[in-house]
């Protein structure tokens, strides 16, 4: 046996090194040359990711003995109400509502939540049904891009974390074809309601929007949003440019101006000075202007306007320019609205729900504005809007009415509209384009300058 000398390190082999040796050894003598394993390299998680797997993993092993697992319970705050208060509405005891409040007021001024903001929290239910529940963890938006969020950590106590999201300025390219409705089609490819409505009122001048679009009607609409990486949409801009049927609509702001226009590929303002319909959605005109069978005095009489069934609270919108002359109560047409409109032509819509605020004799409406919502008032068999059309005090058939376009651009104004086109024609051929935000404490979010 050898004799231990303290002077010198022992030799240890450590087990993975003999399983490599050997592993070595075998592949020379089957005279394979000896590849080492390879491991797997896991994705990177994000910082979003990190922080819903921590409360995810926070939820699961906080629930004490007796309670049930969490579940999620969304708050809206009351009027009148605190923060605390609207915790205790979750069902939890008054020294946890206490003691998340506290938690949340060290990073947040809890006197700046009004009344309408939301949060969700977790709770745990005890078993048995008796007693108060545990909160487990609470998350609250208190940005456009940032939230906090409270954990019961693994020995009991709560843990904030903040989050903020990095958010993206990003010009979409939203082009298909139209399934179903335009509005649906829209709003797969990420176009908001305001979007959507917007390109409703433009396309209204050119077409009747239940009757004239059909499946497989290519369109294409380009606008500029917010996003956060989670792909919230956090803030819309103007709608820049739409297409339908060959029809193109581009949007330009004559130099001086405040007020957005649209405009064809020529220049042409395409905005007619009144529209096909007062209503950008409808499922069918169930009575044209002209003599049929009342349906409910049941003889054959002069109908002297056009029916639109839709649904109640279905917006009415003005077709033109105008003011307000009566907005009341009137008999068989119930909830009654008449518009004066330039050119010796008056409007008038019965059996609406209600009035859209601030209508009254007097008020100024803008084409495309809300004027009221259909209904079911007065004389009527079903929801659905009554629409005539007078000239010089005579009605006429509304669907003959076929007003000229506005004005056509020139000079330097018509220059400084086709370099807009032409930098709307590039985002479009690109395909979109999008760059960083950056958040401003004074300012908000604010796109950086490419």
Not at 38 to 52: D, G
Not at 114 to 129: L, N, Y
Not at 268 to 285: A, C, E, G, I
Request: proline share 5%; no cysteine.
């Amino acid at each position: 046996m050898a004799q231990f000398d303290p002077r010198r390190q022992p030799l240890r082999l450590a087990p993975h090194l003999l399983t490599t040796v050997a592993a070595i050894g075998i592949a020379l003598v089957a005279g394979k040359p000896f590849a080492a394993s390879e491991v797997e390299e896991l994705p990177v998680l994000t910082p979003q990711q990190t922080a819903y797997l921590e409360t995810q993993a926070y939820a699961a092993a906080a629930a004490p003995a007796g309670l049930n697992a969490p579940e999620a319970v969304p708050v809206q705050i009351r009027r009148g109400e605190t923060f605390e208060q609207a915790v205790r509405r979750s069902g939890v005891a008054a020294d946890d509502a206490s003691a998340v409040a506290a938690t949340i007021a060290s990073a947040f001024d809890l006197k700046d939540i009004r009344a309408g903001a939301k949060f969700e929290t977790a709770v745990a239910r005890p078993r048995g049904g008796v007693g108060d529940a545990r909160l487990i963890g609470l998350t609250m938006r208190t940005g456009p891009a940032s939230q906090l969020t409270v954990s019961r950590s693994f020995d009991g106590a709560l843990r904030l974390r903040s989050l903020d999201e990095k958010v993206t300025h990003e010009t979409v390219v939203a082009r298909d074809k139209v399934q179903g409705s335009l509005s649906a089609s829209a709003r797969e490819l990420g176009a908001t309601s305001a979007v959507v409505r917007k390109a409703s009122q433009l396309f209204a001048h050119k077409f009747d929007m239940q009757r004239d679009v059909r499946a497989a009607d290519e369109f294409t609409l380009v606008f500029d949003r917010s996003v956060t990486e989670s792909g919230r949409t956090i803030e819309t801009g103007d709608l820049l440019y739409a297409e339908l049927k060959g029809h193109v609509f581009y949007r330009f702001q004559r130099p001086g101006s405040n007020k957005v226009e649209y405009f064809d590929s020529t220049g042409k303002n395409v905005r007619s000075v009144m529209m096909r319909t007062p209503l950008q959605s409808f499922r069918r005109v169930s009575s044209n202007y002209g003599y049929r069978t009342h349906p409910i005095a049941g003889y054959r009489k002069m109908h002297q306007g056009m029916d639109f069934a839709a649904s109640t609270g279905t917006p009415i919108i003005a077709p033109a320019d105008g003011v307000i002359v009566e907005a009341r109560r009137w008999g068989g047409y119930g909830n009654w609205i008449r518009v004066r409109h330039s050119n010796g032509l008056e409007t008038g819509y019965a059996h609406l729900s209600r009035f859209a605020s601030g209508m009254r004799p007097g008020q100024r409406v803008s084409q495309g504005q809300v004027i009221g919502y259909v209904g079911n008032t007065g004389n009527s068999t079903g929801p659905h809007l009554h629409y005539e059309m007078w000239r010089n005090g005579q009605r006429i058939n509304p669907a003959s009415v076929r007003t000229q376009e506005g004005t056509v651009l020139s000079g330097s104004e018509l220059a400084a509209f086709r370099a807009e086109k032409a930098r709307i024609d590039r985002i479009i051929a690109a395909g979109g384009q999008s760059r960083p935000v950056v958040q401003n404490a004074e300012n908000g979010l604010r796109p950086i300058k490419a």
